[in-house]
């Protein structure tokens, strides 16, 4: 038994010190999700960034933290959702121009139309990220990293003139503080496997839930339900659309109406039940 555990040991050792090795050397060429840490998704799959295959994970060190730090999140309107890093890195998602106090460092937009994007950003964003190509038919690509944010894309489709335009919206994922968070965009359809693949694990998740203009109710609270991050941000209301994409989720979600329209997130914090957090202006 003692030789046993002590080859488990040394095991998890050598494990360890291989995972910090790809990540440090992956550091030199291209940046490591630590959301995309995963079993392979297939050959037809190809990352943008390097990621480490689940089963390499030594247990023990997965979420050893007994504190983490924390990510602020703010709500300010339509589709457009601040974070703060805990180093003050801050990203706006689907930037339309509005005036944000600090200007962002980072700004996401989709052209589904001009409330989620312009075509004059404030001159001193550091990274203006479009959620679609210049061409209009090959895929947008991002993978930026600015101080302790890491900021990357998964292009999906977009509906334009009653016809689907290939990778018109795009999917971004922000990396940090350990969190994985996601903003769907202006999301039209259902995704395939190859999508959740890219995508990763999410613990926060930011959701249109217009019931309409975007993806269905029913398909938006299917494709939640399959990701089942922690935090459920909604935003692109319409109507009563947060109490009919709440009743779509069922008993296996909580809700908390928030008094203001931020919440603090950390790796440590993060709720035991997934939760739809809803902010004060959409109340």
Known sequence: MHKVLKWLSNTLLVLSLNLF???????????????????????????????????????????AQATAPEVLLTYVDHAVWQITSPGGVTAATDYYGLPLTPVPDIATMNNAHRTHWTPAPDLSIKHVLKGWSNDGISEAQHAVVEGDMFVRNVPTDIRSGGEMRRNGNSIFIFEVADLCIGHLGHLHHALEDRHYAQIGRLDVIMVPVDGGLTLSH?????????????????????????????????????????TGNSLTVSLTNLPKTPTVFVPASLN
Do not use: W
């Open 21 to 63: 090795s790809l990540s440090t050397h992956a550091q030199d060429a291209v940046p490591v999700s630590k959301c995309l840490a995963m079993v392979d998704a297939g050959p037809e799959i190809q990352p943008r960034v390097m990621f480490v295959k689940a089963e390499a994970l030594p247990i023990p060190f997965i979420r």
């Open 218 to 258: 029913a398909g938006m609270s299917e494709l939640v339900k399959r990701l089942r991050p922690s935090v459920l941000l909604p935003m692109h209301l319409r109507g009563n659309s947060v109490q009919s994409f709440i009743s779509m989720l069922g008993d296996g979600f909580a809700v908390d109406y928030l």
